[in-house]
């Protein structure tokens, strides 16, 4: 999708593109998307959200110091006179400031937008460095968990409506990570560099991830193993009751209040009937800094191939967890406003669903388009105007093709290349009898409808399809 | 709106608010916007068209030399290594590449999204910094003047459909200009620059414009003049006939051709039966430079006063035109794709229905819950849980209190606050006859439900309302 241009002089040579890691979405692309947005807004309306929206820029201090490492990801705009501009990292942080601002306690909000980082690109497998988030939060101070557990119902109602095949949705707690870090030995100036480590998890084996934190993080062998043991435990209810024994672990008062929150989490799983696809993974951490209890993950599962038993994850594409110190950041005296929630990355969703149609055969229509004016006879623009302005302001979905004298055999493959179910034909004859001929493109079937019919029976055609 | 912070330390100190000339959108601005979209994406979709996206920021050089004066206003991002970027001016040059960079030479598509400007913010009077454009485009070769009318058509659908008051559609055509300054003796290097200057006739005075023209442009006093008597005619089909006898205007070729076609597009504009909502406006000139053909604005009127006969414009609310030459100045070849298309300034509609809904009684519902799932009693967080869950899995949008043991007054009057139509109360007694009470929060009235049958009432009552 190059071109390397000249213009005419030839002194104005160009590449046309769009940037690196970004894409334009063509009809048949935002048809998809549509369709995405559509699951995922139904399922946060149904679960009362109101919406929001902020700048795609922020000032660049609003944005320091709450992405850690990967703040070097962050876009800035040229100074071009007045104040220093970041591109938006995500949509947390702006909520953050938003509620701080206008010192709201209390919202459950989503917002849909796109999100910008200065990342490696990986176009295929659906990462961009622009590229939407949607986003669920829910701010106030509440009964434990309660909130949580909804963000992962959405997680579960959402990944079950885009039937995207089977996923697991991985939980942890940063807290029950700190305890997990103190009672292994790791010093306390580690804990966030030794969790980005374990972050790493889902993508290296877990000797490359010991080496790291004893090689090039200077970690006790001793402590890595020991870190080595807890994170590949993963269950439920089982697992939360075993750390709850844990001699060591249950010795932590941070560990123990987030196995307590766990467990309570659990119990509201089960209440909602998706415990089952929720995994307690003591190997998630999650990048972010600004995380302070739950966290989670949702990821697709593959069959390796069609005899394999096994699953294997396809990636992330759902994430979040409670960041109750966030607002705090943003507020003069340092008030706080727990928040949890959950984004949905639509990109790598998108993907998936644009594989899956391409292999298909399915035909995707990208109008809506109701009826075709057509005219079988030469020197009717006037006419096929006169009656799809009629049309068009009876709300019909309506075109008409910009000739004055198109062939018939033409508009009627117009109509088949686009998927327009029927056309209204004007000709002479009609006009005179006062009728339009209304043909039913996928039978070819003809009828004669009263022009001031033709609304109707318009409606009640496309109504069935 | 401001907040200065202090870190704990005092050491970080920053302002708390958005970036100069932009705002955030709360739950309510956005449901005002989330209807006002929905009208335009509605036209747009009822005349045929496709969507598509682009990405928020370009490659420089891609908007280089594309907007004349107006250049100096481009946001431009930091090098930060790899290429020149900047935030997208408009929608029509990124739509001018896409078709180029994919070889297309026929499509009908909208595109809605934030385009960027550093302009002189007049927040009050809806001018931003960030903000929507919504724009129409018809790209391909076709017959003169029937895509320019559907655009004119889709104006007054929009306009009309919103209710924002009387409007007045403006056009002209920058072949009649230019023809119209060879005549008055501009030489042929000042075109553009005398254009710019009649392009403020909506904002000052003739005797201020002609001034600029003379003193700033070195214009002679004669052809401004000359300009001067042309530029305050406008009307409809009878100044059309009257300048194609113009002894001078009828001997330039570009000013008949222009002349020919705007006579055209009335008739069509008849036929559509919306000439009278339009004014061939000789003053019309529009600030960009890429505009090859008809151009068009369309102002709100208002009543000067209540008793007032005159009426006032109050300002642009949508604009566009055609536009041959920018897809080729993108091909390598210099190919030319002919394009129409039109842009609704959405940001100063919502302005007007913003204020007037904040002056209006009328109460704005931000979500779209339908039933709040409450108990009277403590201990039965358990059940509400799995009955919301029930009710989610149904399809019913429904909301729970964050609380273990919530007052049924805090629950009912969370409904009052947020217009919740139907509380669900589960009690022991409730539980035991397998029965909900459904309560009308307007009318306080109470049925019991049996369970099984409770979604269907849900639906059945809140589908009336």
Redesign the interface.
């Known amino acids: 999708?190059k071109?390397?241009?000249?213009g005419?002089e030839g002194k104005h040579k160009?590449?046309?593109?769009?940037?690196?890691g970004?894409?334009?979405?063509?009809?048949k692309q935002?048809a998809i998307?549509?369709r995405v947005f559509i699951a995922i807004i139904t399922c946060f309306?149904?679960?009362?959200?109101?919406?929001?929206?902020?700048?795609?820029?922020?000032?660049k201090?609003?944005l320091t110091g709450k992405y850690g490492e990967d703040s070097k990801l962050i876009?800035?705009?040229?100074?071009?006179g007045?104040?220093l501009?970041s591109?938006r990292y995500d949509l947390t942080v702006p909520f953050a400031?938003?509620l701080?601002?206008?010192k709201i306690t209390n919202?459950k909000?989503y917002h849909i937008a796109?999100v910008?980082r200065?990342d490696n690109p990986a176009m295929t497998r659906g990462r961009y460095r622009?590229f939407y988030q949607c986003d669920f939060d829910?701010a106030?101070q509440?009964?434990p968990m309660?909130?949580d557990?909804?963000c992962l119902?959405i997680v579960h109602?959402i990944l079950s409506d885009l039937q995207l095949g089977d996923f697991l949705i991985k939980v942890n707690d940063r807290r029950i990570l700190d305890g997990m870090f103190a009672v292994c030995g790791v010093p306390d100036s580690k804990f966030r560099t030794i969790c980005s480590s374990v972050d790493k998890l889902d993508k290296m084996p877990w000797e490359e991830v010991r080496s790291e934190m004893v090689g090039e993080k200077g970690l006790s062998p001793e402590a890595a193993d020991r870190i080595g043991e807890y994170v590949q435990l993963h269950g439920g209810m089982d697992l939360i009751e075993q750390l709850l024994q844990d001699p060591k672990l249950s010795q932590n008062k941070l560990a123990k209040e987030g196995l307590g929150d766990m467990k309570l989490l659990f119990e509201?799983l089960t209440?909602?009937?998706i415990a089952g696809k929720v995994s307690f993974d003591l190997s998630l951490a999650r990048g972010l800094d600004y995380y302070t209890g739950v966290i989670y993950e949702a990821v697709l599962l593959q069959q390796e191939n069609d005899h394999g038993e096994e699953s294997v994850s396809v990636g992330s594409v759902a994430g979040g967890g409670r960041y109750d110190g966030l607002v705090g950041m943003?507020?003069?005296k340092?008030r706080k406003v727990p928040c949890v929630g959950v984004s949905i990355g639509i990109e790598r969703i998108f993907s998936i669903l644009e594989q899956r149609l391409e292999a298909s055969e399915e035909k995707i229509r990208?109008?809506?388009?109701q009826v075709l004016v057509a005219s079988a006879q030469k020197k009717l623009?006037?006419e096929r105007?006169?009656l799809i302005?009629e049309l068009?302001?009876a709300?019909?979905?309506?075109?008409?093709l910009?000739?004055?004298n198109p062939k018939l055999l033409n508009q009627l493959q117009y109509c088949e290349d686009t998927g327009i179910p029927l056309v209204a034909i004007v000709g002479e004859q009609e006009l005179k009898d006062g009728v339009v001929k209304l043909r039913v493109v996928a039978t070819r079937e003809e009828v004669n409808i009263r022009r001031e019919s033709l609304v109707e029976e318009i409606r009640r055609r496309t109504s069935q399809l």
């Open positions: 999708m071109a390397r241009l000249g005419e160009f590449v046309l593109k769009t940037p690196k970004t894409r334009d979405y063509g009809p935002m998307r549509e309306k149904r679960h009362g959200a109101e919406v929001i929206d902020t700048p795609v820029f922020e000032l201090e609003t876009y800035d705009l040229k100074d071009q007045g104040e501009l591109l400031r938003y701080a601002m206008n919202i909000r796109k910008y200065r622009e829910i106030g509440f009964d309660i909130p557990a909804e119902k109602e509201y209440l909602f009937g943003f507020d003069p340092g990208t109008t809506e388009t623009l006037e105007l006169k302005s068009w302001d709300g019909i979905k309506a075109e008409v910009y000739k004055k």
